[in-house]
């Protein structure tokens, strides 16, 4: 019995199509194409400096913020979620539920800004994320009673689609 000769040639050109799909799919899978990339950014080295007036001024708007009483701009500058963490007064972490809370019970009841610096304010952009760090120096009327805030505080920021979002913060003691 004698093999069909177009059933030959259609397995003939089968293998072919096969062996240079294989090698081309070999090839494009060179270790070429990773010095063919662009190379990461250097994230520690590059400066931001627009970025980081964006950070400075949300200082700012955060002192107007108290001067007002709006509350809810203050808690605008945050971008709470289960990611969100803060650390104060030597005690264990809490999460944005605690945070919100207690920023609205406590700065809510700010009658009068006398004085609010941020100390030592540096500001570190890696793209998009950025780490204030300062030594508060705040003097807070409660009514009658003054209170005044001196800690190392630590903030870190998150760029996202509307601006600059606080994302973490750390508050110590401050030693006099």
Known sequence: MKPNLKIVFIVLFLKIAFIVLLALTISGCSDDDQTQQTPPQDLVNTLYPEAEQEIMAIFTQIRQNLID??????????????????????????????????EREVF?????????????????????????????????KFGENLAIVR?????????????????NEHHSPLNE
């Open 151 to 167: 800690e190392q505080t630590s903030l870190l920021f998150v760029k996202t689609a509307n601006g600059w979002k606080i994302v």
């Open 108 to 140: 809510g009841a700010v009658t009068e800004v006398v004085k609010f610096e941020t100390n030592d304010l540096k500001v570190s952009v890696y793209g998009d994320v950025a780490n204030a760090t300062f030594h508060s120096d705040f003097h807070l």
């Open 69 to 102: 009483g709006d509350m809810d701009g203050l808690i605008d500058f945050h971008a709470y979620s289960p990611k969100f963490t803060e650390f104060k007064n030597g005690e264990l972490r809490n999460g944005s539920v605690a945070n919100e809370a207690y």
